[in-house]
């Protein structure tokens, strides 16, 4: 789903020269500068294309837009579309129990806004009189090069950073959140890398899930993870490396939701904690919800023996062969005996494959092998 983070509300008439159109995409580029990521401003003619459904796409944007910045001037207050527009995001308002998401301009002065017995007579021009607003009225006459234009749109998506990032937090905290680790299990002995899986749902826009590994009073940032109908998947590294590493050491394994910012801080610190070899961890960090954490046993020797057994395996369907899994001096191999129907034995060294086990219960992988590229059940 596309997100806006302003839905551009005008009266059509009132673009004469494009100047509001103009504004719109000075203020794009502005929003841009100020916080390093592209944030689009729904405009209609911008969005809307010859034959589409406008009552609907205009509907849409507004779902799916954080603020409404509504161009106030007589002819906006004198249309229903606008007026609705209006309505629409102060039901939003008073759902979500806040007043910061409808951000005036003030663009040509209306006697329902500066006089106060004709404002009594209007209940959307009493609430937009209730919201701070920018007042431009004296700017609007001033040609498009003046430098006025850079600092008053310089100011606007200033505030409108500050309160998307105050939206971001109160929703992150105040969210339904509900996720789970379902592989590993809390207190499992695991490999140093490790495949996490788990479901979530109730995550809020904005917002991204992390999973990390919290050791030394630190936090480690592992991966991102972009859920697919409530489920996820993802990587983990648990403590330091080694051929065979069966310290017994504790991991606290977490599952985060975290704002965009703090994501992207997540992402620069393991690109260049990659980039010079050291993992140093951060500090913990603000925008960062934990919804679940486990404790894991970093023992690759344990870790391997516990992939020991039986399996039958399988492609598209049963194929009646059956897998003997057993342990080697080396916890990163496995020997297989694989057994086809007609009884003759064939064999096999598994190499223990970082993306597994599964999160299904006893489903595991093995490559190269003699069954390629196939998933053995138990």
């Not at 395996?313 to 694989?338: F, M, R």
């Amino acid at each position: 789903m596309k997100r806006y983070l302003g839905f551009w509300s005008y009266a059509r008439v009132d673009d004469h020269d494009q100047i509001l159109s103009w504004l719109r995409e000075r203020l794009e580029g502005e929003l841009h500068a100020q916080s390093g990521h592209s944030h689009e401003i729904f405009q209609d003619v911008k969005e809307l294309k010859i034959g589409q459904d406008w009552a609907g796409e205009l509907n849409q944007g507004l779902q799916d837009a954080d603020f409404l910045i509504p161009i106030i001037t007589p002819s906006f207050l004198n249309s229903e579309p606008c007026r609705g527009e209006v309505k629409k995001f102060l039901k939003r308002e008073l759902a979500e129990g806040t007043r910061d998401l409808i951000l005036p301009i003030y663009w040509i002065t209306s006697p329902y806004i500066s006089d106060e017995a004709l404002r009594s007579t209007d209940p959307v021009a009493q609430e937009i009189a209730k919201h701070q607003w920018d007042d431009w009225r004296e700017h609007r006459h001033l040609p498009r090069d003046d430098p006025q234009w850079r600092h008053l749109v310089e100011r606007l998506a200033g505030a409108i950073l500050s309160r998307y990032k105050e939206q971001v937090l109160r929703a992150l905290s105040n969210a339904n959140i509900v996720g789970k680790m379902h592989w590993p299990e809390d207190g499992d002995r695991v490999f140093r890398d490790v495949r996490v899986k788990g479901t979530v749902e109730g995550l809020p826009p904005g917002c991204q899930l992390w999973i990390a590994v919290a050791a030394g009073g630190k936090l480690h940032p592992q991966s991102r993870i972009t859920p697919e109908a409530r489920r996820w998947s993802g990587k983990a590294r648990i403590g330091s490396g080694g051929v065979n590493c069966s310290t017994g050491e504790k991991f606290g394994l977490q599952l985060l939701a975290v704002t965009t910012e703090t994501g992207d801080a997540f992402s620069r610190y393991l690109k260049e904690s990659g980039e010079a070899n050291k993992w140093n961890g951060i500090m913990p960090q603000g925008g960062c919800r934990s919804i679940h954490e486990i404790m894991v046993i970093r023992d690759d020797q344990a870790a391997s023996g516990s992939l020991e057994g039986l399996y039958e395996e399988h492609t598209q369907g049963p194929t009646g062969v059956t897998v003997t899994i057993k342990s080697t001096a080396d916890p990163n191999h496995l020997e297989t005996t694989a057994t086809r129907p007609n009884g003759k034995p064939w064999y096999g060294t598994m190499t223990i494959d970082q993306e597994f086990p599964d999160g299904a219960a006893g489903a595991y992988g093995y490559k190269p092998g003699l069954v390629d590229g196939t998933y053995i059940h138990h």
